[in-house]
T-cell receptor
Framework: DAKTTQPTSMDCAEGRAANLPCNHS???????VYWYRQIHSQGPQYIIH???NNETNEMASLIITEDRKSSTLILPHATLRDTAVYYC???????????FGTGTRLTIIP | GAGVSQSPSNKVTEKGKDVELRCDPI?????LYWYRQRLGQGLEFLIY????????KSGLPSDRFSAERTGESVSTLTIQRTQQEDSAVYLC????????????FGSGTQLSVL
């Protein structure tokens, strides 16, 4: 798996958009970008994934730069329940395992 | 069940004892994964199963660790002669098929070796 670089921690005010960056400068052409999050005392939860086009679902939006060397996960209206560690992962499709780094600890502030 | 179920949720054991951790995947999910998470760290891959194929054991840290899965049902992770460095949360996940992007995780087993 290509390596990713994320900030260790971030704060965001409740109700504002949370923008979580991820650098993956060595990503290969067939590797997808995945985002998971882990709320305290729970297992990780899938959020979204994409290849090169921007993606949106009920949880978040994923913006991938044209050169695919970085991406941003956007939580449009952050709530206190979004406080978690967010993991950015790159992986080629149909590989067997996801490799998790240490992620970004996002704290939503009331 | 509705999600991945792991038991026990907490296990305290003495150094040198054997422990067995259980994972019930989501019904119909053919792939099952075990990860370990030490305090304040990311997830460390241990092993995965896909149907009746031979498991990928490449992540198991030592021969004290083993895992079994019968068909597409329950899996058990066994740690023999536990050591203090085995203390961690052990997480199980399942997915429809191997390589599927969406893994569903259980809440984990917190193992403490005294």
């Amino acid at each position: 798996d290509a390596k990713t670089t994320q900030p260790t921690s971030m704060d965001c005010a409740e109700g504002r958009a949370a923008n979580l960056p991820c650098n993956h400068s060595t990503i290969s052409g067939n590797e997808y970008v995945y985002w998971y999050r882990q709320i305290h005392s729970q297992g990780p939860q899938y959020i979204i994934h994409g290849l090169k086009n921007n993606e949106t679902n009920e949880m978040a939006s994923l913006i991938i730069t044209e050169d695919r060397k970085s991406s941003t996960l956007i939580l449009p209206h952050a709530t206190l329940r979004d406080t978690a560690v967010y993991y950015c992962i790159v992986r080629a499709p149909f590989l067997e395992k996801l490799t998790f780094g240490t992620g970004t600890r996002l704290t939503i502030i009331p | 069940g509705a999600g991945v179920s792991q038991s026990p949720s907490n296990k305290v054991t003495e150094k040198g004892k054997d422990v067995e951790l259980r994972c019930d995947p989501i019904s119909g999910h053919t792939a099952l994964y075990w990860y370990r998470q030490r305090l304040g760290q990311g997830l460390e891959f241990l092993i995965y199963f896909q149907g009746n194929s031979a498991p990928d054991k490449s992540g198991l840290p030592s021969d004290r660790f083993s895992a079994e899965r019968t068909g597409e049902s329950v899996s058990t992770l066994t740690i023999q002669r536990t050591q203090q460095e085995d203390s961690a949360v052990y997480l199980c996940a399942s997915s429809l098929v191997l390589g599927n992007e969406k893994l569903f995780f259980g809440s984990g087993t917190q193992l403490s070796v005294l």
